[in-house]
């Protein structure tokens, strides 16, 4: 969840949180020539703001990038040890079990190695 905080609109009441992955679309409104803009959530709720339709879409799509980095998966170093010890485990495994499929001992290699990239 990414929150965003914005000012009402017209100043009334307390700055607005909205969780900018609930947000569906916005447009511009007008309420007696009090410019705003009308956020509508996939709840069905709508929150209306103050500032310009531009520059509030220009916040929303930088909360929702930022939510988007913040989740992408980052290279992670495997300390040479962990790959080492699981190598021995794995090792140890097909000399005790033989029967065991080769293809089974290289799914739990690779399920070995994920878990410690995770």
């Known amino acids: ?51 310009a339709m531009h520059e509030v879409g220009r916040r929303i799509a930088a909360a929702k990038d930022a939510l988007v980095r913040s989740q992408e998966k980052r290279p992670v170093e495997i300390p040479a040890g962990t790959v080492i010890a699981a190598r021995a485990l794995l090792s140890q495994l097909g000399q005790q079990r033989p029967e065991l499929d080769t293809d089974l001992v290289m799914v739990l290699a690779a399920s070995v190695v994920e878990l410690a990239t995770d």
């Not at 307390?14 to 900018?20: K, L, Q």
């Open 1 to 51: 969840m990414s929150c965003l905080t914005l000012p009402t609109y017209r100043g009334y009441g307390r700055d607005v949180t909205i969780d900018v992955t609930r947000v569906t679309h916005w447009e511009r409104v007008d309420y007696n020539g009090n410019a705003g803009v009308e956020i509508h959530l996939d709840t069905g709720k709508t929150v209306t703001v103050e500032g």
